[in-house]
């Protein structure tokens, strides 16, 4: 027995009193199966999981950088039951990436070895409630949670990270993150690039100090001010946890899985040889064959928000290299206060690191005759929306150093409070507009996500996206969208599953700072 095993699983008190209290919620015609709160301490069930595994947040070292290592928080994880290849590790400090296959099920035993609290989100895919990671379940230190769900999402490239609120951005920052992607067996007839063709980056920006230690919300005043209004930005890039990422690729098509999993950086990628992007998935899966591949000069990622690219090297000279790179941009904010607002270009020179021109990884292509490919031909058809029949308003705005959403904040003392417009019908579509252009106090850009769901782009006016318009894709599945400051954004929204999800800024430090409330399915 190795010692992960041996170690002794406690079951989590606050875990069950609160799966206790949800349990009626989860009700009939629900695609989930319901839980039941014994599973909390890992005890037997009726659940029988194609795969458990077992997932530790702890802390840790990663060789990042020369010199001294940088301390981190990590998530370590090992298959306990089925297949083995469900979980690899990831190279740097981000947790394993785990890899799935659409129907299967999956029992994570998650156990928190941190020095505070904290519970795991798995971002974008549609689970119960009790498995969705809701910061009122947040588990102590020493405490375990158990995950049961089956991967009904369609195949695509997801991720999971910390959720206690105020902490989440601090968390993640520190290294807790890590890739989830869904296979399907329809998607291989596709034929599109796989196995030594297929990259996952994950991307992230981190400041550092001369110790190489990771540099959180700076304690200097005006830094601070910075840091808690446009959320942490650094000017060092990460690719899967680690720096100065050279991929090996061959000279034919290759299919990229880009993840963006900075707290607060929006990134503008392009190839530095300025060719197009070929854009085939967006969060939540391909794009159809009736809106995909799409062809455009950059993709727009913000927070949270994943791509997938497909790139022909074949036209690229052996032993050449090709950056993917974010290009330099700005963005319009609106700054002061009430009648004195007004919309101001934020960039490099006054942003505090924002809209920098960054190299993301570098493609070495190596010596291999060129196989040239032919863009894939996606399948189906854009999804028909059903006639929705309510519509609902979420005005975003920040001011004094904090989020709000309909003018309110997340309440830590009533982690479950639902005002009447935030309920949902099962199965029932409604139009949620996000209007982040009339409420008092600052306007800035707000990486906006749903759990529990994935939604599709109706329209936005585009206000202060500025120069980035291009390459703001608007199309396909997504549980994660831009909302830029003086934007009004209508999304179409069909839950599926019910119970009580959040819906929040994914720019970590706004989240942290109030930026989020909660939803009910019923
Ligand atoms: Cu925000």
Redo the contacts with the bound molecule.
Sequence with gaps: MNMWTRRKWMGSAMGSAVGASLLPLIGAGCKQEPESPEKKQGGASGFRPDIEIKLVAERGEAAIWNGKKTPVLQFRGEVLHGRKDALRESGGYLGPTLDFVRGERVRIRFENKLDEPTIVHWHGMIVPEAADGHPQLAIKPGESYTYEFKVINRAGTYWYHPHPHGRTGFQVYHGLGGALIVRAPAEKSIGLPAGADEHLLVIQDRRADDENRFQYVAKMSNRMMMDRMMGILGDRVLVNGQAYKTIKVARRPNRLRLLNLSNARLYKLAWSDGLPMHVIGTDGGLLSGEEGPRKVPFVVLGPAERVEVWKDFSTHKAGSEVKLISEEYSLLMGMGMGGNRRMMKMGPDNGGGLGEKLTIAKFQINDDAATPGELPKLPGQKPKLAKATREIKTTLS?RMMR?FLNGKQWDMKDMTHVDPDETLKLNESVIWTFDNSSAPGML?P?PIHLHGVQFRILERNGGGADDLVKGVLDTGDNDTVMVFAGDVLKIQVTPTVPGLFVYH?H?LE?EDAG?MRNFRVT
């Design positions: 920040f989020g800035m707000h800024c720019n706004h930026m």
